[in-house]
């Protein structure tokens, strides 16, 4: 079987665990794997949601025999793929690991780097705030997370009706309020279906902005 096949035929059978409609692209791959050409020293590195192993391959290209990897997939069957395609030792490869389950109980790091390519948009709000927390804390404190999100959600959000808008919005608050208070950079990747957004950030929040100062409306009386 090849990767495509398996997983449109996953992405079929459960369409919001997979949250997405292809592998990820060579140019959102790479750019996902990206923070790791900063990597000083060995690393240890997790990808949460590795599915087929597209952005695998773009992360083994920074790592070497020195570094550690843990591939944590939810979904048993790509598991099992990732296993085949990863889990026998190859020269110049990092110690690979592969979880199988949810990375918020088989992996808690903490790690250099993590890359998730875990859709957050079909979750509920409860669960998309703890995946994002969970995420975040695996980092070392100089570590870098990057994290995959598809754009067009705004639009999805206006023309969803009824609880599914109302999901939807209150995903994207906490998505954004996140990205907000974690992020250092963003990516945009258009060779994507759809184009997608690669958000870094790190796991200490940014200092809030200082309070802007009230208008004063006689500013020439001190
Ligand atoms: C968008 S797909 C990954 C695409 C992947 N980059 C590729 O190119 O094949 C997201 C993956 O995250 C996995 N996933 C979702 N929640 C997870 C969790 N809590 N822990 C680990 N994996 C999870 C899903 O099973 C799915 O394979």
Redesign the pocket.
Known sequence: MN?LFL?WR?AIA?PL????V???SPS??KS?AAPLTRKKGPAKVLE????????TEAILEHLGPEDSLDL????PK?ASWLRMKFGTPRSGWPTIRVLE????Q?APGPYDFVIS???CSNLQPDQVRS?LGGLVERVTADGTLSC?HYRGQGLRSRLAVGPERHRLRQVLTIISGFNRRHGVAKDTVWLSIPPAEIHYLRREPRPAAPAARPRQLFPWRR
């Open positions: 990767s997983f996953e459960n665990m997979t949250g997405a292809g592998p990820s959102v791959a996902m949460v949601g590795p599915g087929t192993g597209a952005v944590c997939e939810l979904n790509f389950g949810d990375f918020l088989l390519s875990v859709p995946l995959l």
